[in-house]
């Protein structure tokens, strides 16, 4: 006991024990991307808005190519006053909808079945990947032929559109997990259900949601090229028939929509991809 008094004594009366040199230490920061801002999904759309304002105020953006923000503003009450903004919109939604429920169904069952087995890979794996390659506005004039110009070609072009992602994502997922849990699974005797149930499923989450976020901006990138193709409804008929009259407003007015529907999309995806994942410590938070 005396000579653990002694040593304390013994110490400089400026130096300090080690224990509260580093506690008065420069504090450590953790290594990321900080803490999650509010709303900040909506700065970059805000900022984006603000420099169209000033440009268009300022008379940097010709009126004639670009209207301002005001004016679109006004077109778009004016549409909606008329109800056909309302009606496009509800049609345009239905064909997209479709077309995503159809193209994930899909892509879910073939990324599943080639997967979990290396003979369905090898017969599935290699036409995805094909089309994959080729874009869907190519294969337009072949729908054409085979399902006319009504709304079976435009749903089976926006799934074949969604298809895609959500096949190569969820599959990626699968193969993505760890060995160890089919060892353990082979360990406790689960059976084949009990192993796509209990671990082939929520391995491959993750996956299937990354896939989605692609799958729904798919779904409304797709819908914009069909709805050009001899539709009589729909935002994309609504601004091919602007181009026409040279209504350059009624054309921002529906790349506004669609820029919106895209986004509001992505932000369920993501928020269901929160809840559902919220036992993972990622760097999102």
């Not at 008065?24 to 970059?44: E, L």
């Not at 799934?159 to 699968?174: E, F, M």
């Amino acid at each position: 006991m005396s000579t653990t008094i002694f040593d304390k004594r013994a110490l400089p009366a400026t130096e300090a024990p080690p224990d509260r040199v580093r506690a008065r230490g420069p504090r450590r920061h953790r290594p990321g991307p900080g803490k999650p801002v509010r709303y900040g999904w909506a700065i970059g759309p805000a900022l984006l808005l603000a420099l169209w304002a000033a440009g268009s105020g300022l008379g940097v953006f010709d009126v004639r190519s670009l209207p301002a923000p005001w004016t679109v503003a006004g077109t778009a009450g004016d549409l909606i006053d008329d109800g056909k903004l309302q009606s496009h919109l509800a049609t345009s939604a239905q064909r997209a909808l479709l077309g995503l429920l159809f193209g994930v169904a899909a892509g879910l069952v073939l990324a599943l079945v080639s997967g979990l087995s290396r003979l369905g890979e090898a017969v599935i794996d290699g036409p995805v990947q094909i089309k994959r390659s080729i874009p869907s506005l190519a294969l337009i004039p072949l729908l054409i032929l085979w399902f006319g110009i009504g709304e079976t070609m435009k749903v089976i072009t926006i799934a074949l559109g969604v298809l895609v992602p959500v096949y190569i994502h969820t599959h990626n997922g699968l193969r993505a997990i760890d060995n160890r849990y089919a060892e353990l699974a082979e360990t406790v005797c689960l059976g084949r259900f009990g192993f796509v149930r209990h671990v082939v499923l929520p391995g491959a989450l993750p996956g299937f949601l990354l896939g989605m976020r692609f799958a729904v901006t798919g779904a409304w990138l797709a819908l914009v090229v069909v709805e050009q193709v001899n539709a009589t409804s729909g935002i994309g008929y609504m601004m091919e028939l602007a181009r026409t009259y040279g209504q350059t407003d009624v054309i921002i007015v529906g790349l506004v929509v669609y820029g919106l529907l895209g986004l509001v999309s992505d932000a369920l995806v993501r928020l269901v991809e929160r809840r559902a994942l919220s036992w993972r410590r990622t760097l999102a938070g």
